[in-house]
């Protein structure tokens, strides 16, 4: 199934406008066994641009929607992540910074089939910096914002609220993915869509949710506190929740092989927010977004998602959940 972009990297402007303020160079690998003390010689190695929002711009994009990534990059680090963007043909606009972007590394053990992941904190941010970023949004054309990722060292908390504000002022629709103290700061700032873990969610109600009717009875609580307009949990291999004033659903995840979680939830957010973009019903973009964070799972990398393997995925989770819905290529090709 083809479906045509008419996308390019000098595009300044974008339906979807992603904001990563603390992007990495992911660095993916395998080792035959990781040992303390010893050298442990790696193949398999892969760069992608890394960061929540870049993973989101990045499967938005594979699908065929239109993104543009908007990052904050720094020293040859940061090069190498507008380098691979463009590689990947993914539209980017970069705001440059002093310090240098950060490289994280993900490693795959094979005799033990555990997954290391090593993530630094980032490089320090100059006030300068971050509100040349908030210029930049004020002035960026977008029907959505989606804003993903933690906050580097040197960004008060409050940033995202402040994001908020700038596309409530706007008339746009905020979506954002983050946790600890930039998430209390933000909620309930007219968020569009606010994206948890299981993690994030207990955090939030100051509790454990260890089971299904505890964790949708609390995403609807949040729901009616004003939290936000609609509230997802992605739940790995439990699938993923979506709650909204009309209610809760749960959607399980497809069986499939796991390979690499690595920016799964991103590709999870990416799909959920193209189906909302493109006007399918909540059910129908949950499965779009569950069926994306599973092809991701399947496929070594950060987020990286085949098309034909999410459509498939996708009308496998339509079928399961009594719907029969329209095909990627109806949501990309007819925007609401």
């Excluded at 992603?18 to 035959?32: E, F, G, K, S, Y």
């Excluded at 002022?169 to 103290?181: E, I, N, P, Y």
């Amino acid at each position: 199934m083809h479906i045509a972009t008419s996308w390019c990297v000098s595009n300044v402007s974008a339906r979807v406008v992603t904001l990563t303020i603390n992007p990495a160079v992911d660095m993916a690998c395998t080792a035959d066994s990781v040992q303390p003390t010893h050298k442990i010689r790696t193949f398999d190695e892969r760069l992608d641009p890394g960061g929540g929002g870049i993973n989101v711009a990045r499967v938005i994009h594979a699908l065929g929607g239109d993104a543009l990534a908007l990052i904050m990059t720094g020293d040859v680090t940061g090069r190498l992540v507008e380098e691979l963007l463009s590689d990947a043909n993914v539209p980017w606009q970069a705001i440059p910074i002093r310090g240098r972007t950060r490289i994280s590394l993900n490693v795959h053990d094979l005799q033990s089939g555990l997954e290391y992941r090593f993530v630094p904190k980032g490089p320090h941010v100059e006030p300068d910096e971050m509100h040349a970023v908030l210029d930049v949004l004020r002035g960026i054309e977008a029907e959505w914002i989606v804003a993903s990722g933690s906050l580097p060292r040197g960004v008060p908390t409050d940033f995202y609220a402040e994001v908020a504000a700038i596309a409530r002022q706007r008339g746009q629709k905020f979506v954002l993915d983050t946790s600890g103290a930039a998430l209390s700061a933000a909620v309930g700032n007219g968020l569009e869509l606010l994206k948890l873990s299981l993690s994030e969610l207990e955090f939030m109600i100051g509790r454990e949710a260890p089971d299904a009717a505890t964790q949708e009875r609390e995403v609807a609580a949040l729901t009616r506190s004003g939290a936000a307009r609609r509230i997802a949990v992605s739940l790995g291999r439990e699938g993923a929740i979506l709650g909204s004033d009309d209610g809760v659903l749960r959607l399980p995840a497809p069986a499939v092989q796991a390979r690499s979680s690595v920016g799964a939830g991103d590709a999870f957010l990416a799909g959920l927010v193209l189906g909302l973009a493109g006007g399918l019903a909540d059910r129908e973009a949950l499965a779009l977004g569950v069926a994306a964070g599973s092809a991701a799972v399947v496929t070594y990398g950060t987020a990286e998602v085949q098309e034909a393997n999410v459509d498939d995925l996708y009308r496998e989770l339509c079928g399961m959940s009594g719907n029969i819905a329209r095909s990627i290529e109806t949501v990309a090709s007819n925007p609401r």
